[in-house]
């Protein structure tokens, strides 16, 4: 009996798995339109949650699947990198890290004309540097993002954030040396 059990339990989830995930599946044969508008609604949904100290995860989530699969069927859309751009936020937002940084890595290679290019690459190396502490990998992002946008807005706070990685301390620690510092000179 407990054999059978145990074959029940492993026979239903390889079908879950091998059907994927059933709210992505649900959208599949969506027409670009319908999709598109979900996508849209979705996002007011989440902006206007800003205010709130709670999101609702099940948008997020929701907003994500319906990004990435909108992506794989109209890759050569416009609002294909606007949809992988924001998703990935959202995916940050709600602690998905890994699959943030995927989605901006979607925008960087995929999208290389996108204007927000520069930003999904500089939020990989923040994401690695601040969610994961992934220290090397922080890095190469930091370091291709002023390699390949030197003049960008934001490439200071770039290569601050380097500098911080590559010195090997923690940012309390060098925002203490820093108020040291400055106490110090004062």
């Not at 100290?53 to 109209?74: E, M, Q, Y």
């Not at 709600?94 to 925008?107: N, P, T």
């Amino acid at each position: 009996m407990k054999t059978l059990n145990i074959l029940t339990f492993a026979l239903a989830a390889l079908i879950f798995t091998a059907c994927g995930d059933p709210s992505r599946m649900a959208d599949e044969d969506k027409p670009k339109d319908r999709l598109a508008e979900e996508i849209l609604a979705l996002e007011g949904t989440l902006k206007k949650q800003m205010d709130n100290p709670t999101i609702d995860t099940a948008s997020a989530v929701s907003l994500i699947i319906k990004s990435d699969l909108f992506a794989d069927r109209f890759q050569q859309d416009s609002l294909t990198p606007h949809f992988l751009f924001k998703s990935g936020a959202v995916a940050r937002g709600i602690g998905q890290y890994e699959k943030a940084i995927d989605l901006w890595d979607r925008v960087v290679t995929v999208y290389p004309d996108f204007e927000k290019v520069p930003e999904s690459l500089f939020f990989q190396g923040f994401t690695y540097d601040n969610d994961l502490e992934n220290m090397p990998k922080a890095e190469e992002k930091y370091e291709a993002f002023l390699q390949q946008f030197p003049k960008h807005p934001i490439a200071k706070d770039a290569k601050m954030l380097l500098a911080v990685v590559q010195s090997g301390k923690s940012a309390n620690e060098v925002v203490k040396e820093f108020q040291q510092n400055n106490q110090a000179t004062e």
